[in-house]
C-alpha cells in the first residue's frame, strides 16, 4: 500500500520561501498522481498542485507562479517549492497519492484521493 511522510515544515516571515519534501513507497512508479492539498485555519481542505509519472502538472490558480510541484529523478520524493509566502498561506499542508491511474483527479476532490499523510505545519508570520 501507499506510504506518505511529509516533512520539511516550519515558521517563516511573509515573503519568506520554504520547501516541503513527501517521502512515498508503496506505489507504482510507472503510473501515478501525486499531489499537495492545504488545510488553513477554520477553512475546508484544498488542493494545492498535483503531478503525474508524465510530468503533468496543475496548479490552484492562486497560487500558481509562487508554487512549484516536482519529484526527484528517483521518483521517491514529491517537493513543494513555496516562494513570497504569504500570512493566508499559514495551513496544514498534505501529500497524497493515488496509484491507479497516470493521470490526477481534480484538485478539488480531495475526498476522492485515496492516500495521505499526516501533514506538515506552515506558519507564515507578518
Known amino acids: 500500500q501507499v506510504r506518505l511522510a511529509e516533512s520539511g515544515g516550519g515558521s517563516v516571515q511573509a515573503g519568506g520561501s520554504l520547501r516541503l519534501s513527501c517521502d512515498v513507497s508503496?506505489?507504482?512508479?510507472?503510473?501515478?498522481?501525486l499531489a499537495w492539498f492545504r488545510q488553513r485555519p477554520g477553512k475546508e481542505r484544498e488542493g494545492v498542485a498535483s503531478?503525474?509519472?508524465?510530468?503533468?502538472?496543475d496548479y490552484a490558480d492562486a497560487l500558481k507562479g509562487r508554487f512549484t510541484i516536482s519529484v526527484d529523478n528517483a521518483e521517491k520524493t514529491l517537493f513543494l517549492q513555496m516562494n513570497d509566502l504569504k500570512p493566508e498561506d499559514t495551513a496544514i499542508y498534505y501529500c497524497?497519492?493515488?496509484?491507479?491511474?497516470?493521470?490526477?483527479?481534480?484538485?478539488?476532490?480531495?475526498?476522492?484521493?485515496?492516500?495521505w499523510g499526516q501533514g506538515t505545519q506552515v506558519t507564515v508570520s507578518s
Open positions: 497524497a497519492a493515488d496509484s491507479s491511474k497516470n493521470f490526477c483527479l481534480a484538485l478539488s476532490d480531495s475526498r476522492r484521493y485515496p492516500n
Open positions: 508503496g506505489y507504482t512508479r510507472s503510473m501515478y498522481c
Open positions: 503531478i503525474t509519472n508524465r510530468r503533468r502538472t
